[in-house]
């Protein structure tokens, strides 16, 4: 989250001063969310912001999902990687948060590119499936309420070019992932995502060990290409 794991603050301060390239608004947007409660920690680290770009366009992603807007900081980052002519749909339980990012959208001129579905994440994937059919999207982003996260893999894997990218934050989720003491709804539902990400077969996958553990999957090519 707010914090690189398991990297001392002087390590993590040369990151940030050798790779970061976090402009005005961005840096406006996240000083403005760091002032809300528990608005450092829910927010992505700027780094992973930046790293999301980069795999956007690497993709090249037309069209990306967003599974958890909160202010809409790694909204922003996705949005301004989109190929040409591309859109970005982002859901969250509430537009209380993404309210505030919109402003930003607009000033970074990406809110023409970025359509924010309000409501359950479950019902609303649902209904993207039912509008779109499966194989929609070329990049997902996974930031929303842990213990959902099997479920949101799963729908976004149907939703998922064959060539698609997923990307799912907090998967080390403060260290709790191996704490025994840790047995609340959350972390129980981030070790069950691990583990059926891990073991699945139709999937290449990489656990990356920066902000509060990133995790990267592919789907494997079909048989032949």
Known sequence: MANQVGLPAALSEYI????LREDAVLRQ?????AELPAGTAMQVMPEEGQLLTLLAGLTPAKRILEIGTFTGYSTLCLARALAPGGQLVTCDITDRWAGIGADYWARAGVEGRIDLRVGDAADTLKAILAEEGPGTFDFVFIDADKQGYPHYYEMALTLLGDRGLIV????????????PEARDVDTAGIRAFN??????????????PMADGI?????????GE
């Open 16 to 19: 940030r001063e050798f790779s």
């Open 29 to 33: 947007l996240r000083e403005t969310t």
């Open 168 to 179: 799912v934050d907090n998967t080390l989720f403060f260290g709790k992932v191996v704490d």
């Open 195 to 208: 583990k059926l990400v891990h073991d699945d077969p139709r999937v290449e996958m990489s656990l990356i």
């Open 215 to 223: 995790t990267l999957i592919r789907k494997k090519s079909p048989a």
